[in-house]
């Protein structure tokens, strides 16, 4: 079986916790878990006929005075950025983090996630994919960790790009 270490990256209270909970578990709890650290889940996927175990990190958010310690995604196979699709400055945050893993790390697969998709009246990046995410060569996916939606595709798709990257 095949291993891949998958970080989970995004400003305070995208949703990344229970994005990975919806992912490994199946379960989401409208409690507010703030992760401290890393937090490490694991779970098997099948891909191309393959098993790979996906050693998930989910980083604590960055805030004004914390950024997340490029050690943390150091050995990553690949990254899931997350966006929380109510609050609008979370997406040029998910850039910047972008940026700065690239600088650091050099490219890594990764996959953009506009997650909250579940809350329509309060969704504010408009409809479709913004503006500075249309013509990038990575996946976006709308994703919901609440009922679920689109979060095994955004997952498997990061491993199976994760996969190609070996």
Known sequence: MIQKKI?????????????????????????????LGVTIEKKTVAIDGEEVALVIWDVAGEEDDFQIPMTYVRG??????????????TLEAALDIRERVQQALGPIPHVILLNKADLPDAWALGEGTP??????????????AKTGAHVEEAFHALAEAALRGR
Not at 76 to 89: E, F, I, M, Q
Not at 131 to 144: A, G, I, M, N, R
């Open 7 to 35: 970080c989970i990256l995004g400003s305070y209270a995208v949703g990344k916790t229970s994005l990975v909970r919806q992912f490994v578990h199946s379960i989401f709890s409208e409690t507010y878990l703030s992760t």
């Open 76 to 89: 990553a196979a690949g990254y899931l950025l997350l966006v929380d699709g109510t609050r609008p400055a």
């Open 131 to 144: 503006e500075p995410l249309q013509d990038q060569p990575w996946p976006v996916f709308q994703t919901s």
